[in-house]
Structure formats: C-alpha cells, structure tokens
C-alpha cells in the first residue's frame, strides 16, 4: 500500500488526465476504450493514455463522486462500462479548466519573459 | 452514506468488483483487436492487467479502513478529552444494555433455547384438542377448559399411543413419556427425596438423539416388565448425590419395590422438556406398574402419557396433525366402543424442541422486554441530547472542517463513530453487567426452601444480542444529533463562533423534545411499577382466614407398597403424637397445605338435590386430620370439628366452609345433611378461609376426615408453634425417622414462605419493574438537568440583559423553574396517555386494581414533576445568580 502512495505522488501529471477525462466525458456518456481513443484523435495522437493509468484514474474520479458508471450495451451488442459526468463533476470540469488556462497563461507569460 | 456501503462492500465482496475490472478489460483488449491490432500487443499496451485490477481494489478498500482508523483515533481523542460525559454515557448505556442483556438471556433459556439434541427443530409435541363431551374417563396430565367448548389436553393413553405409532406416516419416529412428581428413593440405606423421576418409552434416547454422557442409553429392550429394571441419573443429581464419580455405573436405588440398576448418567445440558421440571432418575415407561401403581397404564380410558414425534424434513404440520388426527380417532373409536357419541379429539402438533411449558412465562416475559427496552429507549434519549449539546459545542470546529472540504458524511460518519464507541463501551460493560444479573429473575421466582433454578446460559445468542442492540442504540442516539450538526445552517456557526441564534434554538427545541419523550417513557415505568407494586400489597392484604404465623408446614410420602390403607393412616397418627411432644408444639395435624396452587376438586350434590343442566357443583376439598381447624386456626361456627371420633370405622363425615353451606343449602341448615349419594354427612359448618391462591375468592369448600380416605398421596404435617417454627424443623425430622427412618421429611418451610412462594412472580414484577422505573427516573432526571443547565448557558447573555433591565434574581429563578415545570407537564401528559393505552396489557397480571387505576397514575405523575422539578432547581439557581455586567462581556 504504501508503494502505491508514493507511485501516486509521483504522477504529477495525474490532474491533468483527470481534466482531460472530465472533458472528454462532457460530450457524453462513454466507455473506457473510447475515452481513451477520443484523447488519443482529438489531440492528434500527441497524447496517448495509457490503459494502466486510465482505469485506476476512472475509478477514483468515480470514488470521489465526479463520474457514475453503468453498464450498458454498446451498437455491437457487447457488454461494457459506460461512464459520465455527475453534476458536481461538471462543475470540477468547469472550476480545472478556468485553472488550467490560469496556469498555462502563467506559464507562458513565465516563458516569454525570459 | 451510499459512499460508506459502496466502500464497505467491495471490501467484503472484491469478487465481484474484480468480476466486473475483468470484464471491462476484456472488453478493452476486445475492442483494441478488432480496431486490426494484434490481440498480443494490445496486452502488451495494456501492462499488467491483475495489477490494474489489484491497484482499482486497494483504492475502495485502503481509503475506507484509512478513515476508519482516523475516525476512531479522533473520536478516542474527543471522549477521553470530557471524561464526565464519558462515564455518564457509557454507564447509563451499560445500565440499559445490562438490563437488557440479563432479560433476554431469561428469554433465551426460557422460550428460544433448542433442546441440546439432535435435530431439535425436527420435534413435534403432540396434543390434541375436542368438544366437552370427552370420549376418556380419566386424564391425568394438563388439562385446559378455560373455553366453554373445547377441552384440550397432552395426555394421551398408552394405547393410543401404541396405536399412533403403529400407523405412523407422519413421523420418522415417535416416543412417549411420563412425569412422576416426587419419588422417595432409597439409595445404601437411606431414604431421601428425588425431585422427579421421567418414565421414558424403549425408543426415547433414539428418537431424541440423546447420548448419555456416561454409560449406555436406554432401548427398547429395557421398557419391559420383564426387564431387569434400570435407571439413567441426571447430571446434576450424578454430580450431588454421587459427587460425580464414574463408579456410580452398577449403582442400585431402590423406588418403591424395585431395585433400578444405574446404566447411564444424561449430558449435563439436557434438563428435561420443561422450566421448572427438571427429573433427577429417567427410568423406562415399563417402570410405571411399579411407581404409579393408580395410573394403569394399559387402561385405554386412563389418558396420561405425553407423546413426541421426529417430523420428515419438508413435512407440512397441517398435514401431519390431519393424519395424525385420523389415526388418533380410529384408535379411539377401536378402544374406547362405548364412546360413539363423544366427541372424537383432533391432534395439534406444536414445537417440540424447546421448553414445554413456556407459554406460562411469555406474558412475564414482555412485560419485562418492554420495560427494559423503554429504559434503554430513555438511556438512548438522554445520550442523545447530551451529544447534541456537545455537537453543538463543537458547531465551530464541524463547520471548520466542512468548509475545509470534508463531505457531509464524513463528518456524520465521525460522529456515529464516537456513539458507536460509546455503544461498544457501554455494551462490553453491559454484557459484564447482564452475566451478573442473568441469575437474578431465577434466584427471584424459586422456592426458598427447595433452591432448584433454571439455568440460564450466556450462550453465543446472548452475546450476538448484546452486539446488536449496542449497535442499534449507537444509531438512535448518535443519528439525530450527527445529522443536526452537519445540517444546513453550519455557515453561521462559524460566524457566530458557535452560538448563531436561530441555531442554539433550534437546539435548545430538540433538546427539550428529547427531554420531554423521556418523562413520557418514565411515566410508563412509574405507572407499570405503581401498579404492580400495589398488586403485591393488595395480595398481601388479603385475609387468608387462617392464621399463617408460627405455621410449620413439613410433606411426607410414605411408600405405598408399606404403607397402605389401616397402615398408613396408623403411620400419621404415630408421627403426629411424636410431632406433638416436640416441646414448643401448640398443636398439630396433617392436611394439604392451603395457599400453596394445589387442588383437589371434586362434585358435591346434596342428597336430594335435583342437577340442573350447566350447573357448577364441583367443591374444593381437603382432608385433614383431627386438630385441623385449632392448628389453623380456622373457627367451628356450628356444629363439631373434625376429631379423633372419626376413624375409619366410624361413619363418613365432613366438615363444609360457609360458602358452600350459602351456595348449596340456601335458607337451610346444613347439618346433619348428607351428600354425594348420602355416604357423607355434614357435622359441622367452618369459617371461610381461602383455598388454593390468594387470587382467588374463597371457593366453595370441604373437609373431609384423613383416617377415612383411601388416597395414598403425599401429604403435609401442619405444625403450629409457640415462637420461630423453624427452629423446630430438626426436631420433626428426628420424630418421624422414630417411627420409620425411610420416610424423609421434605420441603420444610413456613406457611408465610409457603404463601410467598406463591406470590413469587408478582414480588419478581413489581421489584424489577421498581428497580427499573427508579433508574428510568434517575436517567430522566440527568436529562432534565442536562437540557435545562444547557439552556441557562445559552442564554446566560439573555439573563444578564434582563436582569441589568431590573428582572430581580427570583423573577430569574421562577422563569426557569418554570420552563422545567411546563417540559415536565407535557411529558406527564404523554406518558399518561401511553400508560392508558398499554394498560389492556398489564389488565390480567395486576388484583385488586383496575390498570388505569387513578390513584397510582397520580403518584406517579407526582413523582415525576416532583423530580423534574428538583432537576430544575439546580440550573435555576445558577440562572439567579448570573452578574449582568459579567454575562454582557463575555459576549
């Protein structure tokens, strides 16, 4: 347990795969492998998320009451887990996003300075 | 709290989250092949697919004991930071879970325990029930006719019985057996008393699945007459009367003329199938010939054996009763010809594998769950409030952490954890306290003189009770003050510092309600303990018409094979004129004892008198020897009393109480009549003195002379004395060991311990039931003064700015006092009214009041505002005495 701690802390880039999933799910309900392939499109294939990282990061977002989850059948019959937005979840989405745009802005501004 | 179940969940059932990880991984890896990557890489990309699985698991599980042990440290640090709340929750919560604890293990021995044997939820108890027209001469076993038309009864005959089993297609077995109260036994030369003997049938230990503990079981090849007679003991009377020792196999124990063989010593759990009946010598049914020579066994009219039966499993007991019914009637109609215009019995079947009698306690019993549980309702109240006042107390600090972001449940769950520590605490202790007192209600109804009591085990049921109820108070108590301190107005607490007005009344309402539903339910108590209280007054103030005082009472039960008939009655007048030399003797006879629930009932038709249809014209007699009525001090009002003229050679006569003199001879006099086909006459007219219980009315009654009866039952030395009549009781027990050392003298007591036995439950109710009140009280009492001391510290500011406008202290004091008074007033009310609406359950238990009766329900209404008012007092006076100009600045 405490290895998985410290693995946690490490991943510093664990926030922004939490947005980059809140965002991918306001356009609607999805499973997994789908969320992973829309970041995957969406960004060009600049971003890839890893499988190993996606399911934990789904499930604790679920944890902590941003995401529900269902299981649904998809357009080929197959059984799968569909995730969405839960209202506070929607609100996280709006909140990291004002943020990360703060962030990067500041960032940026940092960069051009020098 | 979905969150709490959710975590809770996969902790206990990972399977099926790992199921459901598994399958969205499959579907994953499903979905990356057909995409045309190979199934190969796909895994590749995905990693170690258990370890994903593993790490998803350890995020529901970890996080939830993580907080767990977080909440428990910091509710461990909260309650150890006020250890007087600590102690005043944790001992009322001990003193309620106690209480409880204690009844319920009664509850458990009495009416849930399964007899240790095998399978005991397979046995059927069988009884049957029938119009009031009996198709039986004699049945000697219980019998009900408390309904006008059905007579029920759990005798059966031994035929029928044998009969039943021949047709059996219900049962996978069934067996028989048979009471007999009291036996003396002769064990290496000396006689003593055994307190029932069990006449079991051949396949009894079979069918019950028993095993003795020691040596052999008994068979069907030892129930029969020809059998060498053998006997099994009882582990307690093994562990009394042979200190336990294995060499008691080959032991022999002479009852009545035969010599019984010891084979085998019972498991020291099986006492018998009854409270209270709990045979020392089981021996086989084969042996009845030789111990009730007067209840033929073969006599198809003589019903009086109790059958049992081993059900199938997945048997339908509606069906079984049916079949059995068609049996019992054929059975009936096979050996009883004469009886075609009987009604024909139907069987019931009922459990057989808890105690028999039980019925007799259940009323006891709820009224005593009902009491305990309203006293731990109040313990729960008053927890309650004290905890709200503590949240409120800490509104501050709640609202900090709320802002800070910990979810509403979080902080809800925190608390409970505190009420369920507490619970845990109070339980353990309770539990503690509950093993004390288990042997308190047994120890409360036996006989002092006869210290035989159920035992009461403390058994896994017990425990897993205590457990739970602990766990439910935790949730009564802690639920409401929790949800109060993290409701929506935590915001301005924070403002306030912890004292926002709207807050603090909202409290201050709360609180008073709890407070309030405590009186209520203390009133209830009260009532409960008033009315059973002045029940045992009112029995007691019953004029026995005798005089109990100084009243030695000693049984004997001289063998019948020695002494029968001439002899036996020679065997009484030898003891008697022995008991009377006793110095310090008044006088002495020898009768059954009055007030003790024996009876003897039998009909009394004046000769001559015609019977009209439905007329009652059964009497209550008891024979006595001369000196009866100058021992008991019952007076002769006309006519003689029984003497020593009347011997068995002189004519039949008896002496009858006024009461019957009124009911059967209206407007004449009674002496010189004669009754009962003329063999009786009556020679003299008693006053009434009340027969079998102070319950009673005093029955019609009459006494017949004991030197003319032919009955060979026990009977009892009356023995009036000059000082202390037990200080004679070794001196009668050496008198009538002169006359025949193998008859023992047993169950020596007093007439007034006789009398008290018999009131031995109402003594248990209206004590327990005042104990319990009295604590209900206390609690209440801490809740009054908790409620309003913590209303005067909310408002010390309000006083202050009353007072520095010229309120006078006393103006202070009345207000509060006041406020006390009119909370208390409410209550009163409601529990009033509870009392008058549980009142139809009390009705049957109370005598010589009515449950809604207004002299008690005032005294305990007085009581209450009595106490509320005195809990009152204390906060009051420290209202009184608030310093405005202190009181303003502190705000």
Redo the contacts between chains.
Sequence with gaps: ?AN?KAKLKKDTLQGALDLLILKTLSRGAM???RIALDIEQVSAEALRV???SL??AL??IE?A?LLTSE?RMTDTG????FYSLTPSGQRQLEEETEQWRRLTEGIARVLRYA | MP?FFDALRSHIWKTRLER??E???A??L???EREGLAASQARQ????TT??QE??R???T??FLESVEQDVRYAWRGLRRSPGFTAIAVLSLALGIGANTAIFSVTNAILLRLLPVDRPEQLRALSWESGPKLAMNNINGQFDDDMPNIRKSNAFSYPAYEYLREHNAVFEDMFAFKRCPGLTAIIAGRAERLQDVEMVSGNFYRGLGLRPELGRALTPGDDNVSAPPVAILSDSYWRRRFGGKPEVLGAAIRLNTHIYTVIGVNPAAFTGFAVGQTPDVFVPLSAAQDLVPDVPMRDPEMWSIQVMGRSRPGLDDRQGAAALTVALQQAVLAQLPKKTQADLPKVVLSEGGRNLNRGQFVIFIDVLTGTVGLVLLIACANLANLLLARATARSREIAVRMALGAGRRRVIRQILTESLMLSIMGGSLGMLIGYWGKDVIPHMVEEGWNPDHLAVPFDHHVLLFTAAVSVVAALVFGLVPALRATGPEVSPALKAGGRSASQTRQHLRLGKLLAGSQIALSILLLAGAGLFARTLFNLRAVPPGFNPENLLLASLDPPQERYAGERRAQFFHQALERVRAIPGVIAATEAMPLLANDVNVTAFVPTGHKKTEGEDDRASVNSVESDYFRTMGIAIVAGRAIDARDTAASPLVAVINRTLAKKAFPGRNPLGETFNDGQIQIVGISADARYSSLREGVPPSFYTAQLQQKGNDETTLHIRTAANPLTIANAVRVAVAKVDPDVPVYDIRTQTQQIDATLARERMLATLTGAFSSLALLLACIGIYGSMAYAVARRTNEIGIRMALGAKSGEVLGMIVRETVILATVGVVAGLALALAASRITANLLFGLKPNDPGTLAGAAAVMLFVAAAAGWVPARRAARVDPTVALREE
């Design positions: 347990m998985f499973h997994g492998y890893e499988e190993g399911y934990p499930h604790r944890q009451g299981w197959r059984r799968a887990r | 969150k459901e990880m399958e969205e991984i579907f994953h499903f979905m990356r990309r995905f990693g170690n370890l994903i790490q998803a350890e995020m529901h970890f996080r």
